[in-house]
């Protein structure tokens, strides 16, 4: 169901998504949907949130830079291609539709900045970020600059953006 | 013109906006239009980027901090409210049109992060900057972090942001 949401958000565009294109396009019911989600909104965030977390889980190596670069190198390659162009038009329908919107950012864009604020925590009990340092700024900074990239396409989404911004947040958090 | 444009806009959305209306609330003819612009894209990012300039004009009082803090502080202030609405509008616009979305990037983003740089490298130049400070990513760390507030609403667009982002690009400079 989550994977058929996906491609048929790719294809058609989160406006003309239907419960029952979803149905239709996973093999199964309607009410089979509806016992688990009840509106396409929530369907659609969680093939969002469940492949944000497979393509960029928290990493726990012990290391802050290291957590970080690997997780933003690989935030960076999950935003390219077809899953960049399908982000940017369910950001801009977030816009326009009061609904999506609110669950866009309470349940996707919230949870992305939660886990690269849990990977910092972590740093901080181990004393590698300081007690003052103002993490959820620098969070704020490297998804900023992730969304900025990706809307504005002034320069490109890679791994040299994900190695700066690596380096930015740990001059912030520094 | 370019106040008729402005209130169409914010009252219709880009999409509905035709060069007959502008014509019409501005009191003048179509061809007068024509003569100046092409398309109703030009208009509005010559509306937007007025606008732009006359809220937040690169001040140049011969320190780096105060300048930045004065044109971040007028920055915000210009992002509230129906401004906001506007621009986010604008944003999410430019992810479907095409046409609409290269003359946004080319002529409005890419002109605000211009002032903010300018400033920089004035201040490089009386030594305030140093030569190896990486202005570029500075500059879109800024602009980045307002269009995150505005299209995300996490947190306010407001004088503590200004001030946060104005620390920020120092330490990042300098």
Chains 1, 2 share one sequence.
Not at 32 to 60: G, H, Q
Not at 148 to 154: D, V
Request: hydrophobic share 45%; no cysteine; charged share 30%.
């Amino acid at each position: 169901v989550l994977a058929a949401a996906g491609r048929l958000v790719e294809e058609d565009g989160y406006g003309r998504l239907t419960i029952e294109a979803i149905a239709r396009q996973a093999g199964v019911s309607k009410q089979t949907i509806y016992r688990w989600w009840s509106t396409k909104a929530e369907v659609v965030l969680e093939a969002l949130n469940e492949a944000a977390s497979t393509i960029a889980p928290a990493a726990d190596s012990g290391s802050l830079e290291a957590d970080v670069r690997l997780f933003l190198r690989r935030t960076v390659e999950g935003g390219k291609g077809r899953n960049g162009r399908m982000l940017v038009a369910l950001m801009a329908e977030a816009q326009f539709d009061e609904v999506f919107g609110r669950s866009f950012r309470r349940e996707f864009l919230a949870n992305r900045r939660n886990m690269l604020r849990n990977v910092l925590e972590r740093a901080r009990t181990r004393g590698e970020v300081a007690q003052s340092a103002h993490i959820e700024l620098a969070v704020e900074v490297v998804f900023a600059m992730l969304w900025y990239r990706m809307l504005g396409r002034h320069a490109p989404l890679d791994r040299r953006l994900a190695d700066e911004l690596t380096d930015t947040l740990l001059i912030l958090v520094g």
